[in-house]
Nanobody, 125 residues
């Protein structure tokens, strides 16, 4: 079992930055693939970024490449999403997710078996 708690969301202006944090507990995430997803009202949950065990394997959605950076600190049980140059279309509820089954980063939400409650990010124009 993995419990995930996100924090760091908020209201920011167009072009601003935020850093989301995800605290994991219950078991070590040293060998767990981690990801960030987001969901806006009326839209499907979409992949934002994923990171492998050691932090070497990383993948981003095209819409956030060059603006967002995912990282992890296994010793602290933390995963981060640094978001820069935020745009109004980045407004969404952001979720941290853990995949304890697969060995490569997956883009489908169904591949992740543990989820946090989400943290709201709102970017005003």
């Amino acid at each position: 079992q993995v419990q995930l708690v996100e924090s760091g969301g908020g209201l920011v202006q167009d072009g601003g930055s935020l850093r989301l944090s995800c605290a994991a507990s219950g078991r070590s995430i040293n060998t767990v693939l981690m990801g960030w997803f987001r969901q806006s009202p009326g839209k499907e949950r979409e992949f934002v970024a994923g990171i492998g065990w050691s932090g070497v394997a990383i993948s981003y959605a095209d819409s956030v490449k060059g603006r967002f950076t995912i990282s992890r600190d296994n010793a602290k049980g933390m995963v981060y999403l640094q978001m820069t140059t935020l745009k109004p279309e980045d407004t969404a509820l952001y979720y941290c997710a853990a995949d304890t089954v697969h060995w490569i980063i997956k883009y489908q939400p169904d591949a992740y078996n543990y989820w946090g409650q989400g943290t709201q990010v709102t970017v005003s124009s």
